[in-house]
Structure formats: structure tokens, C-alpha cells
């Protein structure tokens, strides 16, 4: 398998980097690669937290607390590799952190934590609807987070790619077809007048950008893979899926 390209929102937040760095690697690069492992993953920690139940403020605190764990503390010091999945270890040592919270009888107060990363709290309120009927597992909606934010990333990267083609304003009226967060609008003939190309221009336009989307994706997902292969980044993709269509 080739190795993963840099995709802006998720570049390199790779295991063997994070695990180089312990070893006396690119420090930078490692540093790096935890910023955007953070950006990644607050709203879906985030939204952890809530579903246990926290206030939207000690959930916010405690997203932040444990990003700056991550950071300056070295979570990955004793991570081995053969965890496997950057989703599951990181909400593993989030519940460790909640407990240690806990136990400390919430001694990390309102606004006592050093904010590390930009978190947009009310964004991810809008987010989630936390109902007394919901039988979802706080792990559920976390697995359906992770699975949402990483068909983001791969949708702004896709988005960056052809802006920087000059293909923008196509790009965002096609983008309906690609992003199963966004619903479907208009159809191929009124795609065709507004881009001002044949129904077929625009069948093959929506059929490279759901490549290139596939081909993100995959990369995207290869990155939070401990040792990916084909066989690998095929079941994490499936599983990532599956977050979307059994917990929706």
C-alpha cells in the first residue's frame, strides 16, 4: 500500500510519526500531526463527554484538559502500535480521564484549564440533541462523531483541491452529491444549465470528484491506522459506515 498523502485537515496525524516522536523523532512534525489529531477529534470527545451526562462548561473544560494531556503530557509515550485504531485509543484514555476527573470531585474548575485548541462549544451543541428516550450509547454517538468528521475533512480537502484547480463554484454546486451530510439538491439537468456543460460533462465531473472523494477518504483513514493495509483501511471504512447508518 502506498503511504498516505498529506490531505490538509488531517496531514499527518499518523501513529508512526506520533510514535517516532517518543523515539527521538521529528519533534515538529509530531507536534504537528497531535494539533491536527486535536481538531479532528474535540467535537467527537466533546460530544462524549456531554452524553455522559457533564454540563456543556465541565464538558468543554475537560475536552480541553485532556488535548492539553495529549499535547504536553505525552499520552502517546506508552502507546504501542498494536492498539490499532486512533478513535478507539483516544476515547479509551478520555474515559480514564473523565474518571480521574471525577474522583477529583471536579477540581478542574470553569475556565481553570489552559485552552489549547479553539473550541466552538455552541457549534457542537447544535450538534447533538441529548433526549431521555435516547437509547444511544455515549460510545455511539462518539463512533458516529469521529465517522462525520472525517467525511469533513475529506469533503474540505476535496474543496481545496479544486479551488485550487480553479474548478470552486462547480465544485460547491456538486458538492451535494458527494457529502452524505448535506442533502441533495437539484438534478442533473439544471446542474448542466448552471455550470453551462452537457448532461455528460456533468455525470463525469460528479464521477472524478466521488474518486478523488474515495480516494481522501482512504488516505484519511489509512492516517489513524496504527499499520494500515488494504484489508485494514477496508474495515475501518466499513466500520465507520456502519457509526453512520446504525446510529443515525
Known sequence: MKSSTHHGAFPITRWSI????????????????????CKIY?????SYARFQGLSPADSEDLTQSFFSFVLEKDLFSTADASLGKMRNYLLTA?????KHWQRQAGALKRGGGKEILSIEASQAED???????????????Y???????????????????????GKGRQFELL????????????????LAAQLEMTHDA??????????RFRE???DLVAATLAAPTEATVQEELAALRNALVSHS
Not at 128 to 136: E, G, K, T, W
Not at 175 to 190: F, V
Open 127 to 141: 450538534e447533538i440533541s441529548i433526549q431521555p428516550a435516547d437509547n444511544r450509547t455515549p460510545e455511539a454517538i
Open 94 to 98: 478520555f474515559g480514564r480521564h473523565i
Open 216 to 218: 481522501i477518504m482512504r
Open 175 to 190: 458538492r451535494s452529491r458527494l457529502d452524505p451530510t448535506m442533502a441533495g439538491s437539484g438534478n442533473d439537468a439544471e
Open 143 to 165: 463512533q458516529r462523531m469521529c465517522a462525520l468528521r472525517i467525511i469533513e475533512a475529506a469533503v474540505e480537502q476535496l474543496g481545496r483541491d479544486q479551488a485550487e484547480a
Open 18 to 37: 506520533v510514535l517516532a516522536v517518543r523515539e527521538g523523532g521529528d519533534a515538529l512534525g509530531g507536534k504537528v500531526a497531535l494539533d491536527e489529531l
Open 42 to 46: 474535540w467535537r467527537p470527545i466533546y
Open 202 to 211: 456533468v455525470r463525469q465531473a460528479i464521477s472524478r470528484l466521488r474518486k
